[in-house]
């Protein structure tokens, strides 16, 4: 599905104005983890669940999918932290990913909703998100779910806190040696980015690629290709 094009700083902005109309709401101050779940349906009054997504829409690889006239949004259950907490890092950044949809693309949405091609039937979800989905409205939920998750100025006093300094890390050498001895190179996330990835309750590699977009982790040309996807 084409959307408009949506510039970085757009989209962090958006993030931004959520925290705060959140915080406003609330009267409360958010440190990390940020908490999307009570965003999602506190503030924003999403109604959440989860469900097997595969058998549900007859899709593989769904993450989960958003319902905009119903304010819905269901998440694979595999993804769910009470039974699989190990993946509360990739679902809470695909949680964030679908109050991405919600606040960039539901106005966009809902003023075509006349138009049957935008809204299916038989209780179609308005957007579905696949793992591996690289499309223009994918990567804009994605960006914004990095920024609500990981914002700017919590990631610079939490580096701040844990190193004394804003100095860079060169994650080189470190890089040469996981890839050499992992066969997914996707798992490779340096121990600063899994370390500081507890602290926001996100999947160190989703850290890593945010730590590397600040310049806080550093890799040569060799390895910098290593690490470009949202986990």
Known sequence: MKVKFLEEKEITTEAFLLLQAYERQF???IAPPVPIDEIAECHLELDLRFDNMERRLQKKDVLGAIWIEDKRVIIDQSLDPTTNPLKNGRY?????????????????????????????????????????????????A????????????????????????????????EVKLLSESLTDTRTSTVGIARDLAKQFHVSGQAMQIRLTGFGFVKFNKEVSGLFDKWN
């Not at 949680?95 to 949405?109: F, K, M």
């Not at 779910?145 to 844990?162: S, T």
Request: proline share 6%.
């Open 27 to 29: 009267n409360i101050r």
């Open 92 to 140: 809470r950044f695909t949680l964030a990913h679908e109050v991405g949809h919600w606040t960039l693309h539901r106005l966009y949405y809902l003023t075509r909703a006349k138009q049957p091609a935008l809204f299916g039937v038989n209780d179609e979800p308005s957007i579905i998100c696949r793992a591996g989905d690289t499309e223009p409205i994918e990567w804009q």
């Open 142 to 173: 994605n960006t914004f779910a990095a920024h609500v998750l990981m914002p700017k100025e919590m990631i610079y006093n939490a580096w701040e806190q844990q190193h004394g300094n804003l100095r860079p890390y060169d994650a080189t050498d």
